[in-house]
């Protein structure tokens, strides 16, 4: 097959049949579907696999039922290490694909042999109001404006959910983990994805996330909730710190001067800062502060281009500690 869809799936009940069919709908038909469930304590008979089993009789797919629960990020990795084919993509179990997706993206890395990710647009949609999210990487840029971008757009991970050329694998080392539940894992692999080869950003919505209502424990919200704050910041520091370990090795590899290492870093700690503030508080700890203070004059005495958006983004963050403190 030439792409192969990645599913991990844990307690998602009749949500992973209405992701599988939307794999099926698709246009483009040269796919293996891989869906590795994580077990749990649910009932036997309303199980993930009974349910696939029950509603899917598709020769394309392969379900496997882990042996222990490896939770979310450590399935990931284990079914990256299953693919064989050209492309693969990943897809949560409560995700849905329009049915031009894999054809108009693949279409996209067969005209860009250079490219090793495409991805799209997304639509949040379910328990919220339908919302647009993007993270804009202008084509024609180089890398590293499309790397200082994806910093100051706060380091969304959208590009870990598009179409990815396998060769990418041997130098992104699959995808990470950690010891607090996958807290921001995807945005460190989107960020090895970004350094490994160059990204081609489509600006149409074809891939559509799903929100649960507040009051369901989807696998993000149980990165955050019902953990102490002690915790959560250990987190947020490990997090932070291989972010760091990532972006220094790319710098090393290029060289770059002095000046262009301090604002790519600095662009770092912006989007750091903002995930802090959206995940813990708005209020930074005394010992945050001063790296947004010095982001922010890196970011002032700057003369690349996008300096002045990095300025626009830390004085936001700045502004939301401000009003609390």
Not at 160 to 171: E, H, I, M, N, Q
Not at 265 to 289: F, H, K, S, V, W
């Amino acid at each position: 097959m030439t792409v192969t869809i990645c599913i991990p799936a844990y307690r998602s009940g009749h949500l992973v049949i209405d992701t599988v069919r939307s794999v099926l709908r698709q246009t483009y038909g040269d796919f293996s579907v891989l869906v590795a469930i994580d077990p749990s304590d649910e009932d036997p008979s309303a199980s993930t696999e009974t349910l696939l089993r029950q509603h899917i009789d598709d020769s394309r797919i392969d379900i496997v039922v882990n042996e222990r629960r490896l939770g979310w990020s450590q399935n990931v990795d284990r079914l990256l290490r299953r693919v064989r084919s050209d492309y693969f993509a990943i897809l949560p179990h409560d995700d849905l694909w329009s049915k031009t997706y894999l054809a108009t993206l693949i279409d996209i890395l067969e005209r860009h042999p250079e490219h090793d990710v495409a991805y799209c647009d997304l639509i949040r949609f379910g328990a919220a109001r339908p919302t647009r999210k993007a993270l804009i990487l202008p084509p024609g840029e180089d890398r590293m404006q499309h790397l200082l971008r994806f910093f100051i757009q706060g380091a969304r991970a959208m590009p870990w959910r598009g179409v990815t050329r396998t060769r990418s694998l041997a130098r992104t080392s699959g995808f990470p983990s950690d010891d607090h539940k996958g807290f921001a894992v995807e945005s460190e692999y989107a960020l090895s994805l970004l350094t490994s080869g160059p990204a081609y950003h489509l600006a149409s919505p074809l891939y559509f996330k799903r929100i649960h209502a507040p009051d369901v424990l989807s696998a993000s919200r149980d990165r955050v909730r019902n953990v102490a704050p002690p915790e959560l910041r250990l987190a947020w520091q490990a997090h932070a710190r291989r972010m760091r370990h990532l972006l220094d090795a790319h710098l090393s590899a290029r060289m770059f001067r002095d000046a262009d290492c301090a604002l790519y870093r600095a662009a770092l700690d912006g989007a750091m800062i903002n995930r802090y503030q959206l995940t813990i508080g708005r209020r930074l700890a005394p010992e945050i502060l001063p790296m947004l203070t010095a982001a922010i004059a890196t970011a002032a005495g700057a003369a690349h281009p996008l300096a002045s958006d990095l300025s626009d983004r830390l004085a936001v963050y700045l502004q939301r500690h401000a009003a609390i403190a």
